[in-house]
């Protein structure tokens, strides 16, 4: 019996470094029934060219060009094309193991489910992390899945680690112009699916830019995170009571990540979002404490902003610098 087709969703940037290895390891999935969509969103380097190259490679790739509209848009553009029974995303300057749609659509299917997430390894210059190193196999319902979303303790929330049923795909959109488009998104998936299959197995692989370790500069529109995990929030508090904790815990990561990026510049007291951070941390100060999701390491983080911003920044400085070296 001929197996469904998966139409995998490339966005194309600026890659030229990448590319053909993000290609080949689709390419050479053991899963062979693939649709392969290189969204060449105008890129200005190499990147249009071997995407032309690649497309006589192999017939089931598929190359469209379009002009440059960002990664939300250029992924709705190859859903759009798309003409396959499931739907997967693999960015660009990412890869992913041999295995990988095999494993999550043979999931989906013993499972029944509309949705398969897998594990992923997170590469940086000099060596390579598991996302999480716990071990599951787990069936969820939409109240567990956004428990383990809200969570972040096995779920990363990309969606370049799920596969998807197409016709709950086709229904979803990216957020144009808005940064954390993957958030936004999987608000918009749990909203409309039922049931989940999460994996341990880390079949994707994340890279992690050496300009991604530094962050060197601060980008406003960071905000946004702020943004839809208040939207989480709010909508946790109000239909799903008993996740309040959980919905605490993601909230505080959004303002942790929100403040990490400010604290890179020189002037971060000057910042117009900066005031608002440090005021959550203050006011939710004793209740985060007592969170039985946030860590301990994290919660002596939260120590140090109440007691010396200054210091927290000397520790996260030195944190950054030491992820660049290594």
Known sequence: ??????????????????????VDS??????????IILVDDGATDNSGKICDELVELDNRIKVYHK????????????????????????DSDDYIDAEMYERLYEAIKKENVDVAECNLKIVYPE?????????????????E???EYLKIEKIFGSACVRLTKADIAKKLKFPVGKLYEDTYYAYDLIGIVDKYVIVDNPYYNYL???????????????????????????NVYKNYPSLKEAADCRK????????????LEEDFKNNSFYKQIIDYFKEEYTKLLRNK???????LSILLIKFSINLYRKVLLRYKNTLARN
């Not at 019996?1 to 470094?17: D, G, Q």
């Not at 060596?127 to 109240?143: E, H, M, P, V």
């Not at 999701?293 to 919660?299: D, G, P």
């Open 127 to 143: 060596k390579t992390d598991l996302f999480t190193d716990q071990k599951y196999y787990q069936i969820c319902n939409k109240q």
């Open 208 to 234: 992690m830019r050496e300009n991604s370790i530094t962050n060197a500069k601060f980008n406003p529109r960071i905000f946004d995170l702020i943004e839809i995990v208040e939207k989480f929030h709010t």
């Open 1 to 22: 019996m001929t197996k469904e087709l998966i139409s995998i969703i490339v966005p194309v940037y600026n890659v030229e470094k990448y590319l053909k290895k993000c």
């Open 145 to 147: 899945y956004l428990e």
């Open 26 to 35: 689709i390419v050479n999935q053991t899963y062979k029934n693939l649709e």
């Open 293 to 299: 999701y946030i860590t301990r390491n994290r919660k």
């Open 67 to 90: 002009k440059n509209g960002g990664l939300s848009d250029a992924r709705n553009y190859g859903v759009e094309r798309a003409t396959g029974d499931y739907i997967g995303f693999v």
């Open 252 to 263: 505080m990561y959004a303002y942790f990540s929100v403040l990490n990026s400010i604290l």
